[in-house]
């Protein structure tokens, strides 16, 4: 028997990527999701994959009464990695109060149950966002962070404030935020990826779209801004380096290895990569003639951010190592699958 680890989130994008890498270097994974924008049916390839399938309960850790009864179940956790949580930008402007109930509350409730039950470490998903438009590139940890431009990138920066105050008074706990850049692409075997429901938002699920015919075209959102292309610059980083970053993290906390008890760390690339770079690039690699046009810039998009991973490379040991290439096959083999293109 491995060492148990709660994944909240695990049948997600992330997540589920993240329960394949934990089962691979041999934790036992207990899963919670509410399945709110996740398919039960992911437990399945899960368990194609890695021959193991995880524990599942289905609840809402936004609900203190069952998060408790939850842990007060499973005394055997020694590890929690949070993914459960909201994520679309654009929704979270219409309803905040949604957004900040739901990616607050359940981080509360997890921190509560953790302190309660005597389990020790936690990894948190944060993001990019909480440094905005940054100064200075590429972005160190030490880079300052920038009110957030949406509710949902403040309940990533405030999710980071509880963190650091709960880890102050309570020095036997050890919490990491990893601060993910973008992540994109699916596993090799093509049995777990992304799976935006209805349209996306994100580039590379509709590009694969398009590809795919679901889509018509791909609107670009923007070429007029400051960078040799003119449009946007983002740090795409394969979601399978991203899972094993959690790993990385995991093992930290575990063996002590960690300089504090409230760590964060920048997960990317290193590299900043156009969208019109990348769309070029999925063309190359796909052979695919995907149609697109050049609209006018998304409201509430920054103009390019990339991630100084020197720290996490250093203090994690731990190094994004797919190509865009492999990472944009990856993708493109996922959604054929899904959709049943040969
Ligand atoms: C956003 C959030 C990030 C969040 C992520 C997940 C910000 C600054 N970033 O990332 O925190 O974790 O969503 O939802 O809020 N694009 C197109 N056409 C499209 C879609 C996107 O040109 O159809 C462009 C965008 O304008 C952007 C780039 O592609 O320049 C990446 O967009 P996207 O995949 O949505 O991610 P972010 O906005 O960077």
Redesign the pocket.
């Known amino acids: 028997m491995g060492k148990k680890i709660l994944v909240t989130g695990g049948t997600g994008y992330i997540g589920s990527h993240t329960v394949v890498e934990l089962q691979e270097s041999g934790f036992d994974v207990v899963i919670v999701d509410n399945l709110s924008n996740s398919r039960i049916e992911v437990l399945d390839n899960i368990e194609k994959i890695t021959g193991i399938r995880p524990e599942f309960e289905k609840f809402d850790l936004a609900d203190a009464d069952l998060t408790d009864s939850f842990f007060q179940n499973h005394k055997d956790i020694e590890a929690v990695i949070h993914f459960a949580a909201f994520?679309?930008?654009g929704e979270s402007v219409e309803k905040p109060l949604m957004y900040y109930r739901n990616n607050l509350n359940s981080l509360m409730n997890l921190l509560d149950g953790m302190g309660r039950y005597g389990v020790k470490h936690l990894v948190f998903s944060s993001?990019?966002?909480v440094y905005?438009q940054p100064d200075k590139l590429p972005v160190t940890e030490q880079t300052p962070r920038k009110e957030a431009?949406?509710p949902?990138?403040n309940t990533?920066a405030v999710s980071e404030d509880i963190m650091r105050d709960f880890a102050k008074v309570n020095p036997e706990q050890n919490l990491i935020a990893l601060r993910?850049f973008?992540p994109?692409g699916a596993h090799p075997s093509a049995l777990i990826g992304e799976l935006p429901v209805g349209v996306?938002?994100?580039?590379?699920p509709?590009?694969t779209q398009t590809a795919a015919g679901v889509r018509e075209e791909?609107?670009?959102?923007?070429d007029d801004y400051d960078t040799p292309d003119g449009?946007?610059?983002?740090d795409f980083i394969n979601v399978v380096d991203l899972a094993k970053a959690h790993v990385v993290a995991i093992n930290r906390l575990m063996n002590g290895r960690n300089k504090n008890n409230y760590e964060y760390f920048n997960v990317g690339t290193g590299e900043g990569v156009s969208?019109m770079q990348?769309v070029k690039t999925f063309i190359k690699v796909t052979g695919v003639n995907l149609k697109y046009k050049i609209v006018g810039?998304?409201e509430?998009?920054?103009e390019k951010?990339w991630a100084d991973t020197s720290y996490a490379n250093k203090e994690l040991g731990w190094k994004a190592e797919k190509t865009l290439e492999e990472t944009l096959l990856s993708a493109w083999n996922w959604e054929k699958r899904i959709r049943g293109i040969e």
Do not use: Q
Not at 218 to 222: A, M, P, T
Not at 231 to 234: D, G, H, K, L, S
């Open positions: 994520k679309a930008v993001s990019c966002t905005g431009e949406s949902y990138g990533k993910y973008n994109i996306p938002n994100n580039l590379v509709y590009i791909l609107s670009i959102f923007g449009t946007a610059i983002r969208v990348l810039r998304r509430g998009d920054i951010i």
